[in-house]
């Protein structure tokens, strides 16, 4: 059974830093696309980055652009977010997702598992 789970969100002040992990489990990711999105209250989920299978190439939303970075352990079955300079309208639930893909992708609908997520809150 095909298992993520998200870990490293809590509160954090304006300009602060949290980094977030999702451990895969259940297969080898190894060779396949990931990502993390993620869902502030009353808003729909957005793509926040994505990462290939080999870790060699990323995309970011413009809203993380030069604040987060995504990265992975492909040995560990493991992905990150390091999320700096956190504004308050980062606060959301963060989840990371699995593709069958070797590329970057941005398009939620073509992920195929997804974790339960892990809220992170920056307060002002």
């Known amino acids: 059974q095909v298992q993520l789970v998200e870990s490293g969100g809590g509160l954090v002040q304006a300009g602060g830093s949290l980094r977030l992990s999702c451990a895969a489990s259940?297969?080898?990711?190894?060779?396949?696309?990931m990502g993390w999105f993620r869902r502030a209250p009353e808003k729909e989920r957005e793509f926040v980055a994505t990462i290939s299978g080999g870790g060699g190439a990323t995309v970011y939303a413009d809203s993380v652009k030069g604040r987060f970075t995504i990265s992975r352990d492909n040995a560990k079955n493991t992905m990150y977010l390091q999320m700096n300079s956190l504004k308050p309208e980062d606060a959301a639930v963060y989840y990371c997702?699995?593709?069958?893909?070797?590329?970057?992708?941005?398009?939620?609908?073509?992920?195929?598992?997804w974790g339960q997520g892990t809220q992170v809150t920056v307060s002002s």
């Open positions: 997702a699995v593709a069958g893909s070797l590329y970057p992708i941005t398009d939620q609908s073509q992920y195929t598992y």
């Open positions: 259940g297969r080898t990711f190894r060779f396949m696309t």
